[in-house]
C-alpha cells in the first residue's frame, strides 16, 4: 500500500515536472531522461567489469540506423527505433570477437579505437551516412489524433512523456537483470572471473551478453535522441560525450542501480541550469573537469555513498534496525 | 574391474623450454580420497591446472569418464562434472556467503534474460537457494548468509570455497592445497567434512605438498618429482617408498 | 614519382619527430606511475599556446618560448602529480578520469584566455631547402625534426647515464626495487611528469608556427600517440619511436594518396590489429594495468 503510493507521487511528478520548468529546459529534460538511459546501460556493461570508451558511439548507431531507415525506406518511427536497437546490439556482438580478446587498460583502448574507427567512417562516406555533416531532416514521431486528443511530438512536452514510458520500460528490464540470477553471474564475473569459470560460468559469453545487451539499450537512447532533435553527425556522438557519460557515472558511483542516474541528473541540473542560468556559459567544461576530479579525489565511490550513509543514519535516528552499511 | 573416473594419459606441460610435467600418467578411481603429492616445483599445481583446464596441456591426453577433457576450457570441464578450488582463499570477497554459493548453482540454474525478465527468476532463484543452503548447511555456514564473504574468519573462508565447489554437484572435486595456513583443529574438521564428501559419493583429488598430513586421509597417493611420475599406491606403500623418501629428503637437502 | 615518395618521406619524419616527442612522455609517465595520461594532448596544445602568448603577442624569441615552453608546461605536470596521481596511486582507473576532467580543466582555460578560433602563430623562418623542384624542405620543419631528435639524445642519455635515469628506469620495471636505492616513489614520479609533460610542452612550442594552432588541437594528437604507445609496446620507450616512425610514414602516405580520414581510418585499425594479435604491443614487454 505504501509502496504504491509512493508509485504513484513518482508518476505524479514526473508527469508534472515539464509543466514547472520554461521550454528551453523542457527540451534539456528530454535530453536528460535519454541520457538516464544511455548511463544505466553503460553501467550494465561495467558490471562485468571492462570499461569501454565506445559507448557513445554505439549509441550512435542506433541513431544513424533508425534515421537513415526512416529518411530512405520510409520505415514508420518505433519500427525503426527498435531496428537501431537491434543493429547496435549486433554491433557490439560483433565488436566483442576482437575486443574481449583484451582486458583493463588495453580493452579501454581498444573500444575507443574501434568506436572512433565507426565514428570516421561515418565521416568519411557521404553516401549513406551523409559526410561530417551528417543527416539533417530526419523524421519525428508521426502524430498521433484520436478524436479530441492531439499528440504533435515536436512539442517537447508530448515527446517527454514518450521518452519516460520508453526509458521507464528500459530501466524496468535493466533493473530486473540486475536483481536476477543473470545480474548476480555478471557481478561474479566481475569480482573473480576465474573463480565464476571454475564453477561453470562462461566468463566470455557473460561479458560479451552484458555488452551487447548495454549497446541494445544505448542504441535505444540514440534513436530516441535522433527522433527528437531531428538532425546528427559524427560530432554529435564525440568523445566529448562518452566523457561526459564517464563522468556521471564515476560521479554518482556504480555500484549501486541509482548512482548513476544519480550522477547524471545532480551534474546536468548543475550544468544547464546553474551555470547556464547563471551565465558561465565558457566555464562549463572547467567546472566539470574540476566536479571530475574532486569527485574522485573525495567521494572515490560517489553521490550514492552519500545517499547510502544518510539512509544509515536516518534509520540509526529512528532506531530502525539493520543500519549496516554495505561497502561497494 | 571398472574403468577408472579420471585417466591421466602422457600428460606434458612445457613452457618455452621448460618442461613442468613429463609424460605423467595415473588414474584416480571412483569414490576416492586421492592425494597428488610432491616435493616444491614437482609439477603438481601445473598438472592441476591442466586437468582442470585452467592450462591447455602441451600433449597427452585426460579422459573423465570416456570423454577426453584436455585442452577444454575451465567452465566446459566444470559442466563435465569436475569443480577445481582454488590456492587460498579465492572468493567473490565483496558479495554475500550466499550470493558466493548461488554462483556455485550455475550450471543447475542457469540464467538468460528470458527468466530474468519472467516468473521464472524467482522460481529459480528459491530452487537455486534451497541448493546453496544445503551445500552451507555441509560445511556449518548456514550462519553467515548474509555475510561478505570478505569479512568471514579465514577457515570459514577456505570452507565456503569448498562449499561454491559443492553447490556445482561435481562427480569430481579438485582441491588445491586445501590445508595450507590451517591450525591442527582446523584440519582436523577440514578431514572430517572431506571423508563426509567421499560417503556422499564424490571424488576428490588433492593436491598437497605436506605429505604427513594427508597420509591419514588418502586412499590413493599419487607422487610427483621433477614432472614425472615417482611413484604411486596406498599411503603405507608411499610412506615406505625409498624414491619418496629420497625426493623429499633430497629437496630437503636442496632448500637447506 | 619517386620525387613524390621522396617529399612524403620528409614529411612523414616530421610528423614522426613530434609526435614521437609525445608519445615517448605518455609512455615514460605510464611506465612509472601506472597512469594513463588523457590530458597530454592537452599539454602538447598548452606548449603551442605559451608560444602563440609570448612569441606571437610579445615578441619574445622562439628560441626563448619554447625553453620557456618546456618549463611551463613541465611544471603543470608536477601540478598533475602532487594533486592528482599521487592521491591517486592505488586507483588507476581514478587517475585516468581524473586526467580526462584535467584535460577539459586545460581546453576550458585555453578557449577562455585565447578564444575558440584558430590562433595566428607568425613564422619563425621563411626559408626553404629546394633539394630538387619538387622535393623541399621548409627550415622551420627541420628545426622540429633537430630539436626532436636533440630531446631524444638527451633523454636516452639522461636515462642511460644518471642514477635518476637508472631509477626511473627501475621503477617502471619494479617501484620497490627502485625505492631501495635510496630514490623515493613520489621523486621518480615528479621526474618522469616534468619530463613527459615537458616533451609533449616542447613538441606543441615548437610545431606551433606549423599547424592550427586551436583549443582541441590536442584530440588528434593523443589519438596519434595512442596508437604509436600501443604498437610500440606499452612501457617501451624504444618501442614508440620507432612506432612514431612507421605510424608516420603510413599516416602520410595515406593522407598524399588517398585522404586524412583514411589515414586515421588506417592508424587505428593498425593499433586495433595489433592489439588483437598481441595485447601488450609489438616491442612491448610491459605487462600492467
Redesign the interface.
Given at each position: 500500500m505504501r509502496k504504491s503510493i509512493i508509485w504513484l507521487v513518482c508518476v505524479a511528478a514526473l508527469a508534472a515536472l515539464p509543466h514547472l520548468l520554461s521550454f528551453s529546459q523542457q527540451e534539456i529534460l528530454v535530453v536528460l531522461v535519454i541520457n538516464i538511459l544511455l548511463v544505466v546501460s553503460y553501467r550494465l556493461m561495467t558490471l562485468t567489469g571492462e570499461?569501454s570508451l565506445g559507448h557513445v558511439v554505439i549509441m550512435g548507431v542506433g541513431a544513424y540506423t533508425s534515421a537513415l531507415l526512416t529518411k530512405n525506406l520510409g520505415m514508420y518511427v518505433p519500427v525503426s527505433m527498435i531496428l537501431g536497437s537491434l543493429m547496435a546490439a549486433f554491433v557490439a556482438f560483433l565488436l566483442s570477437f576482437?575486443l574481449f580478446?583484451?582486458?583493463?587498460?588495453?580493452f579501454?583502448?581498444?573500444s575507443?579505437?574501434?568506436a572512433?574507427?565507426i565514428r570516421?567512417?561515418w565521416?568519411?562516406f557521404r553516401d549513406p551516412f551523409g559526410g561530417p555533416k551528417g543527416l539533417k531532416l530526419i523524421d519525428g514521431l508521426p502524430d498521433i489524433n484520436i478524436g479530441p486528443i492531439h499528440i504533435d511530438f515536436f512539442e517537447p512536452t508530448h515527446y517527454y512523456y514518450f521518452a519516460v514510458i520508453v526509458v521507464a520500460a528500459c530501466l524496468w528490464?535493466l533493473w530486473?537483470?540486475e536483481r536476477?540470477?543473470?545480474?548476480?553471474?555478471f557481478?561474479?564475473v566481475h569480482?573473480?572471473d576465474?573463480?565464476?569459470?571454475?564453477?561453470?560460468?562462461?566468463?566470455r559469453r557473460f561479458r560479451t551478453?552484458a555488452f551487447v545487451?548495454a549497446s541494445g539499450f544505448a542504441g535505444v537512447s540514440g534513436a530516441l535522441l535522433t527522433h527528437y532533435i531531428g538532425t546528427i553527425n559524427p560530432n554529435t556522438f564525440d568523445?566529448e560525450l562518452m566523457?561526459f557519460v564517464?563522468?556521471w557515472a564515476?560521479v554518482g558511483g556504480t555500484a549501486t542501480f541509482y548512482g548513476p542516474i544519480l550522477g547524471c541528473v545532480a551534474l546536468t541540473v548543475l550544468n544547464e541550469i546553474v551555470l547556464r542560468e547563471m551565465g558561465f556559459e565558457?566555464?562549463?567544461?572547467?567546472i566539470?573537469?574540476?566536479?571530475?576530479?574532486a569527485s574522485?579525489?573525495f567521494l572515490?565511490n560517489g553521490l550514492e555513498s552519500l545517499v547510502k550513509r544518510g539512509v544509515a543514519a536516518w534509520q540509526g535516528r529512528t532506531g530502525g534496525a539493520g543500519a549496516k552499511e554495505?561497502?561497494? | 574391474m571398472t574403468t577408472p573416473l579420471l585417466q591421466i594419459r602422457d600428460l606434458t606441460m612445457r613452457f618455452g623450454g621448460l618442461t613442468a610435467v613429463d609424460k605423467l600418467s595415473f588414474n584416480v578411481e571412483r569414490g576416492v580420497i586421492h592425494g597428488l603429492i610432491g616435493p616444491n616445483g614437482a609439477g603438481k599445481t601445473t598438472t592441476f591446472n591442466a586437468i582442470?583446464g585452467?592450462y591447455k596441456p602441451t600433449s597427452g591426453d585426460i579422459i573423465l569418464r570416456d570423454e577426453s577433457i584436455a585442452g577444454l576450457?575451465?567452465?566446459e570441464v566444470?559442466?563435465r562434472g569436475l569443480?577445481?578450488?582454488?590456492q587460498h582463499s579465492?572468493?567473490?570477497?565483496?558479495?554475500t556467503v550466499m550470493?558466493n554459493v548461488?554462483?556455485?548453482t550455475?550450471?543447475e540454474?542457469p540464467?538468460?534474460?528470458w527468466?530474468?525478465?519472467s516468473r521464472q527468476?524467482a522460481h529459480?532463484?528459491s530452487g537455486?537457494e534451497a541448493k546453496a543452503m544445503e551445500a552451507l548447511d555441509f560445511f556449518g555456514l548456514t550462519g553467515f548468509v548474509d555475510t561478505?564473504a570478505g569479512e568471514l574468519p579465514h577457515g570459514h573462508q577456505r570452507a565456503l570455497?569448498m562449499a561454491?565447489?559443492l553447490?556445482?554437484r561435481p562427480d569430481i572435486m579438485l582441491l588445491d592445497e586445501p590445508f595450507t595456513g590451517m591450525n591442527p583443529e582446523e584440519t582436523k574438521r577440514m578431514m572430517t567434512l572431506m571423508q563426509k564428501l567421499r560417503e556422499a559419493g564424490l571424488t576428490l583429488l588433492l593436491v598437497e605438498h605436506d605429505m604427513h598430513a594427508i597420509m591419514g586421509l588418502c586412499d590413493n597417493i599419487t607422487c610427483m618429482s621433477f614432472g614425472k611420475l615417482l611413484a604411486e599406491g596406498s599411503p603405507q606403500e608411499i610412506r615406505n617408498h625409498p624414491d619418496v623418501i629420497e625426493a623429499y629428503l633430497g629437496g630437503a637437502r636442496h632448500v637447506a | 614519382m619517386l620525387e613524390l615518395l621522396v617529399q612524403t618521406g620528409l614529411n612523414a619524419l616530421y610528423s614522426a619527430s613530434y609526435i614521437s616527442l609525445v608519445a615517448v612522455g605518455l609512455v615514460l609517465i605510464f611506465g612509472v606511475m601506472g597512469i594513463?595520461n588523457f590530458a597530454h594532448g592537452e599539454l602538447f596544445m598548452v606548449g603551442a599556446y605559451v608560444v602563440v602568448a609570448l612569441y606571437s603577442q610579445n615578441e619574445v624569441p622562439f628560441v626563448l618560448t619554447v625553453a620557456i615552453g618546456l618549463i611551463f608546461v613541465g611544471c603543470i605536470g608536477l601540478l598533475m602529480e602532487r594533486?592528482?596521481f599521487r592521491?591517486?596511486r592505488d586507483?588507476?582507473?581514478?587517475g585516468?578520469?581524473?586526467s580526462?576532467?584535467?584535460?577539459?580543466?586545460l581546453?576550458?582555460?585555453a578557449?577562455?584566455t585565447f578564444g575558440v578560433r584558430m590562433a595566428f602563430v607568425p613564422p619563425v623562418t621563411q626559408d626553404v631547402i629546394e633539394f630538387t623542384d619538387k622535393i623541399r624542405l621548409p627550415v622551420q620543419r627541420l628545426y622540429v625534426i633537430i630539436a626532436a631528435f636533440g630531446f631524444l639524445t638527451a633523454l636516452w642519455l639522461f636515462l642511460t647515464r644518471t642514477r635518476f635515469g637508472w631509477a626511473l628506469r627501475a621503477s617502471a620495471q619494479d617501484p620497490e626495487a627502485a625505492s631501495l636505492q635510496g630514490i623515493s616513489i613520489t621523486q621518480t614520479a615528479r621526474i618522469a611528469m616534468f619530463i613527459g609533460a615537458g616533451l609533449a610542452g616542447v613538441a606543441g612550442a615548437l610545431t606551433a608556427p606549423l599547424i592550427s594552432v586551436n583549443p582541441h588541437m590536442g584530440?588528434s594528437v593523443i589519438?596519434a600517440a595512442?596508437?604509436v604507445v600501443?604498437v610500440g609496446g606499452?612501457g617501451s620507450l624504444e618501442g614508440a619511436v620507432v612506432a612514431s616512425a612507421a605510424y608516420a610514414i603510413v599516416h602520410t602516405f595515406v593522407t598524399t594518396f588517398y585522404?586524412g580520414?583514411?589515414a586515421?581510418?588506417t592508424g587505428?585499425?593498425l593499433?586495433?590489429i595489433v592489439?588483437?594479435i598481441k595485447?601488450?604491443g609489438l616491442f612491448g614487454t610491459a605487462d600492467?594495468?
Open positions: 570499461w576482437p580478446r583484451m582486458k583493463g587498460f588495453y579501454l583502448i581498444g575507443f579505437a574501434s572512433e574507427i570516421l567512417l565521416k568519411r528490464i530486473r537483470i536476477s540470477l543473470l545480474g548476480l553471474t557481478h561474479a569480482w573473480q576465474k573463480l565464476a569459470q571454475a564453477s561453470g560460468v562462461d566468463v551478453l545487451l568523445v566523457v564517464l563522468t564515476i565558457q566555464a562549463r567544461p572547467l566539470y573537469g574540476v566536479v571530475m576530479i574522485i579525489l572515490p554495505k561497502t561497494p | 582442470s585452467f576450457q575451465m567452465h566444470a559442466h569443480v577445481r578450488t582454488f579465492t572468493l567473490f570477497a565483496e558479495m550470493e548461488l554462483v556455485g550455475h550450471m540454474f540464467p538468460s534474460i527468466n530474468a525478465l527468476d529459480d532463484r537455486a561478505l570455497g561454491v565447489a553447490a556445482c | 594513463v594533486t592528482m592521491p591517486l586507483n588507476p582507473l581514478g585516468l578520469v581524473a580526462i576532467g584535467f584535460l577539459m580543466i581546453q576550458a582555460l578557449s577562455m584530440h589519438i595512442f596508437i600501443i606499452v585522404d580520414v583514411l586515421d581510418i587505428l585499425l593499433m586495433l592489439l588483437i595485447p601488450t600492467r594495468a
